[in-house]
């Protein structure tokens, strides 16, 4: 890990636990339900994202990440409970906590007929600060065409030009919905690098889906899961990989092991032969050695499966 991601994985490592709210919480969910008629997308989210995390949003194809999101900002009014932003109201925030949000939908949503150069312009007619340069630099390095109508840019020079109107006033709350869906691999990479710069220079809370899993991994982000309408779990990669482990045994063994070790269970498969194979998590500070019963260490892929059922 290089220094630049250590001091990020620092920063992400503070207060990760929906239950112990924060006045200063960029965002924050309590009990947040989401129906669509019959069907319940969100059951009860608790969630909040403090000042300089970085949060990769991970769950099936529609498990509710982007209902999250836009519940999150506003955008969709939930069935039950609260989302406050910058300690207000969601529904009721005031001109300056909105100019403090940048947000890359999923589908980009850019006036088409505009050129990049006329939208800029246009988006910066409403924002106290801009930064011109860092626009400036990162057209040049995306290699975005300032006066082509954006309806002939390709879709990753849409997304990336969505991904600059989002930076370009400096939020201190960046939401973006699978941003690098159409990015190519350079592109995700010089993406992920300027979400790095953008929290170690400026902390800026960052919440971002995705599933590609090698970028999160790269950035060493926090994880939280989503899963049946709720956040199984959140916290740092790097703590995840460290302290869970997948156990395989008979279910009486494994029990066992949870109550000698104090760890916990996440999930649970039933495997053949009355076995069962479970991802234990082991506390803080307890190393998670192998014991007599297989254990393998998890990858990210392996966590996802298992918590995102
Ligand atoms: N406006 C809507 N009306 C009715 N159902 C909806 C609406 N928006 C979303 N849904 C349903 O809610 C569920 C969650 O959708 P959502 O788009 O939030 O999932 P997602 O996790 O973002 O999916 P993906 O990973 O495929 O982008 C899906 O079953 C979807 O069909």
Redesign the pocket.
């Known amino acids: 890990m290089n220094t630049a991601t250590a001091t990020l994985a620092s920063k992400l490592s503070v207060g990760l636990h929906a239950e112990q709210a924060q006045p200063s919480a960029s965002a924050h969910l309590q009990g947040v339900q989401v129906d669509?008629?019959a069907?319940q997308?969100l059951r009860g989210i608790d969630w909040q994202l403090l000042p300089g995390q970085v949060v990769g949003l991970l769950?099936?194809?529609?498990?509710?990440?982007?209902?999250?999101l836009?519940t999150l900002l506003g955008l969709r009014e939930p069935t039950a409970g609260t989302a406050m932003l910058f300690g207000q109201p969601v529904a009721g925030l005031d001109d300056a906590a909105r100019a403090r949000i940048g947000y890359v939908p999923?589908q980009a949503e850019l006036f088409e007929w505009l050129t990049p150069a006329q939208l800029l312009a246009y988006f910066r007619s409403f924002y106290p600060q801009w930064n011109e340069a860092k626009v400036e630099g990162l057209m040049s390095r995306w290699d975005i065409a300032r006066d082509k109508p954006i309806a002939r840019l390709s879709g990753g020079q849409k997304q990336r030009l969505s991904i600059i109107r989002a930076l370009a006033h400096e939020p201190d709350l960046l939401v973006l919905?699978?941003p690098v869906a159409s990015l190519d691999p350079a592109g995700r990479r010089d993406f992920l690098r300027e979400l790095v710069e953008q929290v170690i220079d400026r902390g800026t809370t960052v919440v971002f889906?995705t599933?590609i899993l090698s970028d999160l991994e790269r950035v060493a982000f926090n994880i939280a899961f989503?899963s049946q309408g709720r956040i199984a779990l959140q916290a740092p990669l790097d703590e995840l990989l460290e302290s869970c482990r997948l156990v395989t045994g008979p279910s009486s063994q494994l029990q066992t092991l949870l109550h000698v070790r104090g760890a916990a269970r996440l999930s649970a498969q039933a495997l053949d032969g009355g076995r069962e194979r479970w991802l234990v998590r082991f506390s803080e500070g307890q190393p998670a050695l192998p014991g007599a019963l297989p254990t393998q260490a998890p990858t990210l892929e392996d966590l996802f499966m298992e918590l995102t059922q």
């Open positions: 669509f008629g069907q997308v769950g099936r194809n529609g498990c509710g990440k982007t209902t999250l836009e999923q919905d699978e889906s599933h989503l």
